[in-house]
């Protein structure tokens, strides 16, 4: 079953305006991550919070996190033409952290196009 | 940096045919990690490895198989294709929770 589910499923911006892509989720978790995938290549990390955490920076990308109502925002902010790509959250369930075995599981993820 | 290297990156197969993909990780990584994603699709998990050995399994079929060697690259094998294992596949390697991902083997089944 699909862990994830991404909002919206496309978002089509202006360069240089900010871009919010959101992800819920349904089981525990130790963390979520944030991947990006530029058209039928491999998917790139972008960034990791973990359960505990609230919010997390990585130059132009913000993530949220809110265990309450397991879900996650990724804002990436002064948007490029470069960052046209699909936007994937992931996330390792509660019951993997104590393991070897750090499966992700998906959501569906988000097509995003800058306009220059 | 190294990166994880993916062969080949396109297969063309007709149905009931095998394949093998071969993944490369990251040298020092100890979980190998192998995933489908079909067109428009997100990527599914379908099996991983730690220290060469199975550490857990997805949504696999039975048709395929995987193992990884003593030199830490991994295989996955894939017999009696059919036109719905028509992906990208990819392999990923980590050391803790971050994945690094190859580029993919595109298989088409004819």
């Known amino acids: 079953s699909q862990q994830g589910e991404e909002d919206p499923q496309a978002l089509s911006i202006q360069e240089g305006e900010n871009a919010t892509m959101n992800c819920s989720y349904k089981?525990?978790?130790?963390?979520l991550q944030w991947y990006r995938q530029n058209s039928g290549r491999g998917l790139v990390h972008l960034i990791l919070?973990?359960?505990?955490?609230r919010e997390k920076h990585s130059g132009r990308l913000r993530v949220t996190l809110d265990t309450s109502k397991k879900s996650s925002s990724l804002l990436i902010t002064a948007s490029r033409a470069a960052d046209t790509a699909s936007y994937f959250c992931?996330?390792?369930?509660?019951?993997?952290?104590?393991?070897?075995?750090?499966?992700?599981?998906f959501g569906k993820g988000t097509l995003l196009t800058v306009n220059p | 940096a190294a990166g994880v290297i993916q062969s080949p990156r396109h297969l063309i197969k007709e149905k009931r045919e095998t394949a093998t993909l071969k993944c490369y990780p990251i040298?020092?990584?100890?979980?190998v990690y192998w995933y489908q994603q079909g067109p428009g699709q997100d990527p599914q998990f379908l099996i991983s490895f730690y220290e060469k050995m199975q550490s857990d399994k997805g949504s696999i079929p039975d048709r395929f198989s995987a193992q990884q060697f003593s030199d830490y690259h991994s295989e996955l094998n894939m017999s009696s294709l059919e036109l719905g294992d028509s992906a990208l596949y990819f392999c990923?390697?980590?050391?803790?929770?971050?994945?690094?991902f190859g580029p993919g083997t595109r298989l088409t089944v004819t």
């Open positions: 990923a390697s980590s050391l803790e929770y971050e994945q690094y």
């Open positions: 089981t525990s978790i130790n963390n």
């Open positions: 992931a996330t390792v369930p509660y019951w993997n952290s104590g393991g070897s075995n750090y499966k992700l599981t």
């Open positions: 919070i973990r359960s505990n955490e």
């Open positions: 040298p020092r990584h100890d979980t």
